[in-house]
């Protein structure tokens, strides 16, 4: 699996866009981009995943560069439920492999 | 939505104790996983099972065992308790690869903490 870099932590205005980076300059053709998320004292949720195409679902958007060495996660309207930690993970896709989480990123929520 | 229940949220055990740990999922799941996630070391995988009584040992499956009798059902067994297992654990599941399941990666439960003394 590639290796991700996020920025361990962030900070966003309650109604405001958070915009979650992540770099992966060493992905192959077929692994995808998945992003999940953990808040405290819970297990983690999955929020979107993609391999080239930009990605939107009721969560979140996920956008991917041309040459896919990076991805934005987008929270449109961040609320204070939103404050987790988030993850960026790279692999190829099989429901069946394990996940491997880095550090990710601490998002912080603010009123 | 997919429904992934762990049987407790907080156990406490003693060291030496046989340490059973149950994940139940309702969508149909082929394949079922263990983890246990530590600060500083992520998400660490335990064990898999991609069918009922199949089994698959993950990165550190010392201590540790499984039993997968129906499909729903998943259960973690620790043998003999130690201290170093303390941890937070973690039930997933997923369908199989498929292009049908394309947009269903793995659903995590809310994970046991369990404290043994």
């Known amino acids: 699996d590639a290796k991700t870099t996020q920025p361990p932590s962030m900070d966003c205005a309650e109604g405001r866009a958070a915009n979650l980076p992540c770099n992966h300059s060493?992905?192959?053709?077929?692994?995808?981009v998945y992003w999940y998320r953990q808040i405290h004292s819970q297990g983690p949720q999955y929020i979107i995943h993609?391999?080239?195409n930009n990605e939107t679902n009721e969560m979140a958007s996920l956008i991917i560069t041309e040459d896919r060495k990076s991805s934005t996660l987008i929270l449109p309207h961040a609320t204070l439920r939103d404050t987790a930690v988030y993850y960026c993970?790279?692999?190829?896709?099989?429901?069946?492999?394990?996940?491997?989480f880095g550090g990710g990123t601490r998002l912080m929520v603010k009123p | 939505d997919v429904k992934v229940t762990q049987s407790s949220r907080y156990l406490v055990k003693r060291t030496g104790e046989k340490v059973f740990l149950e994940c139940v999922q309702d969508?149909?799941?082929?394949?079922m996983f263990w983890y246990r996630q530590d600060p500083g070391l992520g998400l660490r995988l335990i064990y898999f099972?991609?069918?009922?009584?199949?089994?698959e040992k993950g990165d550190i499956p010392e201590g540790y065992s499984v039993s997968r009798e129906k499909k729903e059902r998943f259960s973690l067994i620790l043998e003999s308790a130690s201290t170093n297992q303390t941890s937070m654990y973690l039930c997933?599941?997923?369908?199989?690869?498929?292009?049908?399941?394309?947009?269903?990666?793995?659903?995590f439960g809310d994970g046991t903490r369990l404290s043994i003394l």
């Open positions: 997933a599941s997923s369908p199989p690869p498929n292009f049908r399941y394309s947009n269903q990666p793995q659903h």
């Open positions: 060493t992905i192959s053709g077929n692994e995808y």
């Open positions: 993609g391999l080239k």
């Open positions: 993970i790279v692999r190829v896709y099989n429901a069946g492999n394990m996940l491997t």
């Open positions: 969508m149909d799941h082929e394949n």
């Open positions: 099972s991609y069918d009922v009584k199949m089994k």
